[in-house]
């Protein structure tokens, strides 16, 4: 049993990382979404199955059973943990360069900022950009000129 443990961490963990990895990504959606979403559906059958007919065998198969449900699960679960994360560091962010452009009346040349958010200053001197990536090769971006967040896709 504790073998079945270890092997779902390391699944759960796995699904956690991929979504950050531009070329799975593009791997997992053109080539294997097809299979991933066949073995969904085959694992959560064996699972209604053993659970309804067979509860003894369930132990055997339960590491395959739960494999493709929690990469699925890791993916979603870190792209969305990531993404409340990087905003709230963003918008601190935002509130800093703010207040540097109240006293000083510029947007510093560079900021430095830590944990994969980018700071970007435009052509105007008084404006800026922040960006961040939310998984799946989707970007999150503010301008002070908005003032708005948006969405910035692989194919935008």
Not at 9 to 33: A, K, R
Not at 79 to 97: C, G, N
Not at 118 to 147: A, H, I
């Amino acid at each position: 049993m504790k073998r079945h443990k270890l092997i779902a961490i390391f699944i759960f963990i796995l699904g956690m990382v991929i979504p950050f990895i531009d070329d799975l990504v593009l791997i997992e959606m053109f080539y294997l979404l097809v299979l991933l979403i066949i073995l969904f559906c085959a694992s959560t059958a064996l699972l209604i199955g053993y659970l309804i007919w067979d509860r003894s065998r369930l132990k055997e198969f339960f590491s395959f059973i739960l494999a493709i449900p929690l990469f699925i699960l890791g993916q979603f679960f870190s792209s969305m943990a990531v993404d409340k994360v990087q905003r709230a560091r963003s918008e601190q962010t935002i509130k800093e360069i703010e207040s540097i452009l109240a006293q000083t009346g510029q947007i510093p040349a560079d900021y430095p900022i830590k944990y994969g958010i980018k700071f970007s200053r435009l052509k105007s001197k008084n404006e800026f950009r922040l960006s961040y990536s939310k998984g799946f090769m989707v970007t999150m971006y503010y301008t002070s000129v908005d003032k708005k967040w948006r969405n910035n896709r692989w194919y935008d």
